[in-house]
Each structure stands twice: as structure tokens, then as C-alpha cells.
Nanobody, 117 residues
């Protein structure tokens, strides 16, 4: 059974940084693609960044240069480094996995990031 558990969210002042983690279990971690999404109150869930099984990364245009997605296959963990945070980055951040052999989608429970001005 696949489980994704996010951590690392919290309250931070504008200009600060956070590193979010997503620990995955129940699947062959290195074979799967992962994404980070975020959802602000009253808004749709938006894609933040993607990392493929071979380490290729893509980002939402508006977040390039401030956010970095990475993975550690030895720890079965995906990270999102968020720098120069702004109040508009306030959202629940979700980890998402596409399982390699059937393309089924899995979601974590989310971690709250709040950026104060």
C-alpha cells in the first residue's frame, strides 16, 4: 500500500525559507515520478514542480529560481526547497506520485505553509 507523508511546513516570515519533505513507502521509489502541488484557500490545486524517475525537473514558471525539487532515492524521499518566500506562497503543499507501472495517482495529506508579511 502506497503512503506519502509530507513534513516540514510551518509559519515563516516573508523572505524566509522552508524545506518540505515527502517520505514515500509501498512502491519502488526510484521508478516513480513525483510532484509538489499547492492549494491556497478558495483556490485550485496548482502544480509547483515535478521530478521524474531519472531526475529531470520542471517548475511552474512563476516559481522558477525560488523553489527547487529534489529526490533522494536512498531515503525514499522527495524534497521541495522553498526560498525567498512571499505571503502569496501561503498554501497547503501536497506531494503527488505517479506509479510507474500503471500511472495511478497517489497523494499525501498535505503540509501547511504560512508566510507572514
Amino acid at each position: 500500500q502506497v503512503h506519502l507523508v509530507e513534513s516540514g511546513g510551518g509559519l515563516v516570515q516573508a523572505g524566509g525559507s522552508l524545506r518540505l519533505s515527502c517520505a514515500a513507502s509501498g512502491s519502488t521509489f526510484s521508478a516513480n515520478d513525483f510532484d509538489w502541488y499547492r492549494q491556497a484557500p478558495g483556490k485550485e490545486r496548482d502544480l509547483v514542480a515535478t521530478i521524474s524517475s531519472d531526475g529531470a525537473t520542471t517548475y511552474a514558471d512563476s516559481l522558477k529560481g525560488r523553489f527547487t525539487i529534489s529526490r533522494d532515492n536512498a531515503k525514499d524521499t522527495v524534497y521541495l526547497q522553498a526560498n525567498s518566500l512571499k505571503p502569496e506562497d501561503t498554501a497547503v503543499y501536497f506531494c503527488h506520485m505517479t506509479r510507474w507501472f500503471d500511472k495511478r495517482n497517489f497523494w499525501g495529506q498535505g503540509t501547511q505553509v504560512t508566510v507572514s508579511s
